[in-house]
């Protein structure tokens, strides 16, 4: 198959002048369609879309290549526009794209597309070509064009095993992938390849596109390398490169900047790579590599990620126990000491809820476990496991679980070191016998003696003072614990309010359970709403959690804002913070009053002052909302 073969002369174009980076879009999709390759426009301009938002497309030196994949596109195809006056598309130099191929790819087992799009990708790096195409006048002149430097460029595998001087003192290797691996994956190694040449350097690279692994790099080769550049924005093996000199970075950095990684490579400023942060494997799209606040945010997502399943699935399970409740009991007929128990009282709630409870208890342990593991590798995940579950168990609660992730994760880095200097026989048995025994041992002792007294002693104080401030102006007081229901989702200052709201209601003290109960209610449905209100704030993953936050939010769930927090707490808790506090000023404001510790909307029935307590809680959520999506950068940008 020819590159020709998949571009249809009715999808170039010489006259289109698009004002921003949507209209050239959405101009280059119908041109897709005018090939009739298309069965979906509509579905395929979402694929398009969505994966610009994991990162721009806008390569630089005037270039972009957008691609969509999907059942929606019956037949692999390219659509070409050549843009004389150039557009903005947020490319990565900052230089206006003059020369766009959008790519369609078809979700089948046949991949011989891939290698011909590949083969287009990596010719795109040559100047003279593009040069050659912004500068063609008619559909005809542009193929012919592309027809002679197919001829005359060797197909990917011929590329790929062309590694420069073999003689060459200096061995680098490469690897290049993109979540897509269609177009970036390529440009990168071809990218990196031309600048390991020009240094003269031996050069042989890897890539993991679609079609798979090509050029796998052998473990002799690997051994005899000098410096080994990743990059990618997806996972790729990394354990194969223990002891070596490894480059980490952005595949986009392998299209804009491969004379700095080699040069980088060359000179020796390259950190070894110990196999003790896999989080670093996989760089996130649009998110720069290497830096330490970039290596925190990394470790974070992997807590996070796996953190997010149980989050999702116990707290769905809590909220239809509590709608079972609901619906078959009258809280008002029940004694005071029974509607603590509000979504167990039925024996069918109570299954739902010790379902739901059981997946919530290992939240915490989870979270701090593969933040632990993204530090220090496996041994760490038993250490951090434990100082989550004492987290759990104590007062500590989300904020101990972060400390004591991270925390384990270093134990176990510092443990490696000392090891490192020991005989190989004791070395040998370090990762079954050493590091778990030292490691759980040392984060015990850290949670019992540091983190659970500090925290401790944080919660009390909160309890004291806000019982001296009791008597004092109630509005004032309900934006205070209202704020404090979001600052920790669920650790010690989110306690503090719910146990001083909860003791209020033994004092027949209302009002500061409604005002916490809808504070609560605020932080996640808040975050619902801004994920469809500013959908380009948010990743594809973000946006699909987001709902499940509203019946969270609604059943009085606030664990389902974990996720969004801990990995953007500078924009997620400001916002939540002040929407909760002004939900609960509202509701001292208005008199609201609730009987019931828990149950979110299914015990609004109990509720005094109903109307105005769902006022309350829509103006606390829409204020939230309204400041998360103004805070964010756009997902592309960050």
């Known amino acids: 198959m020819r590159i020709t073969d998949l571009l249809d002369k009715r999808s170039i174009a010489f006259d289109k002048n698009p004002a921003n980076k949507q209209e050239t879009l959405d101009m280059a999709v119908e041109l897709m369609c005018a090939s009739g390759k298309i069965n979906d426009t509509e579905a395929y301009r979402k694929q398009v879309y969505l994966r610009e938002e994991e990162s721009t497309t806008g390569i630089g030196e005037g270039i972009a290549i957008p691609h969509g994949k999907g059942d929606c596109v019956s037949k692999p195809g390219l659509a070409a526009m050549v843009i004389k006056n150039g557009v903005d598309f947020d490319s990565l130099d900052g230089d206006p794209v003059t020369l766009l191929f959008l790519i369609a790819a078809p979700n089948t087992e046949d991949n011989v597309h891939l290698e011909v799009l590949s083969k287009l990708s990596m010719m795109l790096m040559d100047e003279q070509f593009t040069e050659a195409l912004r500068n063609a006048t008619s559909a005809e002149e542009f193929l012919s064009i592309i027809d002679k430097a197919d001829d005359e460029r060797a197909d990917i595998d011929e590329q790929l095993a062309d590694t420069g001087n073999a003689e060459s003192d200096f061995k680098i290797l490469a690897v290049t992938a993109c979540p897509t691996g269609i177009a970036h994956t390529y440009m990168a190694a071809e990218g990196i390849e031309k600048a390991a040449k020009a240094a003269d350097c031996f050069v042989k690279i890897e890539t993991r596109g679609s079609g798979g692994a090509k050029n796998v790099l052998t473990d002799q080769e690997i051994a005899d390398a000098d410096c080994i550049i990743v990059a990618a924005d997806t996972q790729v093996p990394m354990d194969r490169f223990d002891g070596k000199k490894v480059i980490i970075c952005q595949v986009s950095d392998g299209i804009s900047k491969a004379d700095e990684l080699v040069a980088q490579a060359k000179a020796g400023n390259v950190p070894v790579f110990h196999g003790n942060n896999p989080a670093a494997a996989s760089s996130s799209a649009g998110k720069k590599s290497g830096g330490v606040g970039h290596q925190i945010y990394m470790q974070l997502m992997n807590g996070v990620s796996h953190m997010l399943p149980l989050v999702v699935g116990g707290g769905i399970l809590i909220a239809i126990a509590f709608l079972i409740d609901g619906l078959c009991v009258d809280l008002n007929a029940l004694p005071a000491d029974q509607r603590a128990n509000f979504g167990m009282i039925t024996p069918v709630a109570a299954v739902f809820k010790q379902i739901g409870g059981t997946a919530f208890g290992f939240m915490l342990p989870v979270l701090a476990g593969f933040i632990a593991m993204a530090i220090g590798d496996r041994p760490a995940l038993a250490v951090g496991l434990v100082g989550g579950m004492m987290a759990a168990s104590g007062k500590s609660g989300f904020l101990g679980a972060l400390v004591a992730g991270f925390l384990a994760g270093y134990i176990i880095v510092l443990l490696r070191k000392v090891c490192d200097k020991l005989p190989d026989a004791l070395e040998k048995i ?46 004032v007081l309900g934006l205070i614990l209202g704020g404090m229901m979001s600052i920790d989702m669920g650790g010690p200052f989110n306690k503090a309010a719910y146990v001083f709201g909860t003791a209020s209601i033994a004092a027949g003290n209302y009002d500061i359970m409604a005002a916490v109960m809808v504070a609560g209610m605020v932080l996640p449905c808040a975050i619902a709403l801004s994920t469809l209100l500013f959908k380009d704030k948010f990743t594809k993953e973000e946006r699909d959690a987001g709902p499940t936050n509203f019946i969270m939010g609604l059943a009085f769930i606030t664990e389902g804002a974990i996720p969004f927090a801990a990995s953007d707490p500078l924009h997620v808790l400001p916002s939540c913070i002040i929407g909760s506090a002004i939900a609960g000023g509202m509701s001292m404001l208005f008199g609201c009053t609730l009987m019931a510790p828990h149950g979110g909307i299914f015990v609004f029935p109990v509720v005094g002052n109903a109307l105005m307590y769902i006022i309350a809680l829509a103006i606390g959520s829409i204020v939230g909302a309204v400041m998360l999506g103004l805070l964010r950068k756009p997902v592309e940008s960050k």
């Open 430 to 475: 370090a990762p079954v016998l050493i590091y778990p025994l030292i490691g759980v041992l040392l984060i015990g002792l850290a949670m019992m003696f540091v983190i659970e007294p500090i925290m401790g002693g944080i919660n009390t104080g909160l309890n004291n003072a806000l019982t001296g401030m009791g008597d004092s102006s109630k509005v």
